[in-house]
């Protein structure tokens, strides 16, 4: 089994450290990890440090570094607009994309989204998003956090701008003739990809998107569910680009 991975808000300079707060507690109270087993910190920035458990106290634990890393920042990045998504939907799709190598997630309030983020009720579903990303990070052993950005209640005019500045902006659409295994990709730059709430796209929003320079794909003849449209197509696009 792999070395768990906890996030720190920077990285130990010298050659011990002691991990504390919530991170400490779930290493050394949840995990029970024990002197002389092996975990990885890392700032969500590309930073990681593999290390040694030294000592464990009550709810800190000692360890000892052994070696550091960096990984550059991905190019291209992947982001995904994700039509807000009633229930748990949401953060299933923000889970399984965060796992497969999602850069960041923009929340879309779609004409056909059933939930509603506004107000303090946004925020708070925003930051459930973030959280949910963060969890998901620290499981796939992320050393890169994916970010969670926009206003809770993006609208269709925010994201026709951010896909007009992208190097490739793509539509997840069933009635699209070209298939996301087969169109152009940058080799660097932002390629964003819009993905629709239970209800779909409307004609709207599909215009809006296209004159912003979106190309709509599918993937192929099966709808797939709001949860795990992202997560296929960003197996696609990580595929093409040899990430995987």
Known sequence: MSAPLFLVESLPTGSSFTL?????????????????ETLILADGRGGAARA????????SVDVAIT????EPAADPRLVVVQGIAKGDRGELAVQAMTEVGVDEIVPWAASRSVAQWRGDRGFKARDKWAATAREAAKQARRSWLPVVTGDPDCSTKQVASRLSESAAAFVLHEE?????????????????????????????????????????????????????????????????????
């Open 67 to 70: 070696s550091r890393s960096q």
């Open 176 to 244: 699209a003739t070209s298939r996301l295994t087969e169109v152009p990709l940058p080799s660097a730059g932002e390629i964003v990809l819009v993905v629709g709430p239970e209800g779909g796209i409307s004609d709207p929003e599909l215009e809006a998107f296209e004159g912003a320079g979106a190309v709509p794909v599918r993937l192929g003849a099966a709808v797939l569910r709001t949860s795990t449209a992202g997560v296929a197509a960003l197996s696609v696009l990580s595929t093409r680009l040899t990430r995987w």
């Open 20 to 36: 504390d707060g919530p991170e400490g507690h779930h290493a050394a109270t949840v995990q029970r990890l024990r002197a002389g």
């Open 52 to 59: 040694e458990v030294t000592a464990v106290g009550k709810g």
